[in-house]
């Protein structure tokens, strides 16, 4: 494509300043890409079948760009941003500047073939958060899970998966905690059912090894832990 705002992305870096090359500014450029190009479809007057229709592009990729899902190629947003009439060069380079740093290579790639991609936007978000609220009512919070009780509750969920896919799902679910001993980790607010609690996954020695997790990671600062109880 003869388009001067192609060679302009092309000399951005590809990490901009300040660590923005990480997990977390991945995340957040897949974010505001998707944003923006759902607001200038909006300004354009364009339904999604409409821009599918000018743009050659199937609908379902036009709205899995705007959600943040997917694969981002740098022709589909040029093609979009061409037919949403964004004349500006800057505006051009800013939206493929976007497009290169969601692409960046994240650490939960290599387990593609085991998450969908709905969950892939999540683990973005997850690794960006500053905060995180959960509520468990069947199972204790992924990012609290002891290996032990991760492997028995993706048993149970994945009981026939092999045991090479089963360790792999566990280390993925092991790989998501570091976000909690990061240099700058979000705060984790996470309300438990009492149910979780009671609820045994795996024998005794796993669930006395994980319920003092849960006490140990209440000493952590950025951890903060509540219990709904039955009554």
């Known amino acids: 494509m003869n388009d001067p705002a192609w060679q302009a992305a092309d000399v951005l870096p590809a990490s901009p300043p300040g660590g ?107 690794q960006a958060a500053s905060l995180i609220r959960s509520y468990t009512a069947q199972v204790l919070p992924a990012l609290l899970q002891t290996p032990d009780y991760a492997r028995a509750v993706i048993a149970l969920t994945h009981g026939d998966a092999v045991r090479p896919e089963l360790r792999q799902r566990v280390e993925l679910r092991m790989s998501r905690q570091l976000v909690l001993h990061g240099p700058h980790p979000p705060h984790l607010w996470a309300v438990i059912d009492e149910a979780a609690l009671r609820r045994p996954a795996g024998t005794r020695t796993t669930m006395r090894a994980q319920l003092r997790h849960l006490i140990s990671a209440c000493d952590q600062p950025n951890i903060t832990i509540c219990v709904l109880p039955f009554r």
């Not at 994240?106 to 991609?117: K, V």
Request: net charge negative; hydrophobic share 45%.
């Open 20 to 126: 923005a090359g990480d997990q977390s500014s991945a995340a957040a450029a897949r974010l505001v890409l998707g944003m923006t190009l759902r607001r200038l479809r909006h300004a354009a007057g364009l339904s999604l079948a409409t821009a599918a229709e000018a743009t050659g592009l199937a609908a379902t990729l036009i709205s899995d760009l705007e959600q943040g899902l997917g694969s981002i190629a740098l022709r589909d947003v040029a093609g979009l941003y061409t037919t949403y009439q964004v004349d500006d060069l800057g505006d051009r380079a800013t939206l493929l500047g976007l497009a290169r740093q969601a692409n960046l290579p994240q650490w939960w790639h290599r387990y593609r073939d085991l998450i969908p991609a709905w969950f892939e936007c999540y683990l973005g978000l997850e």
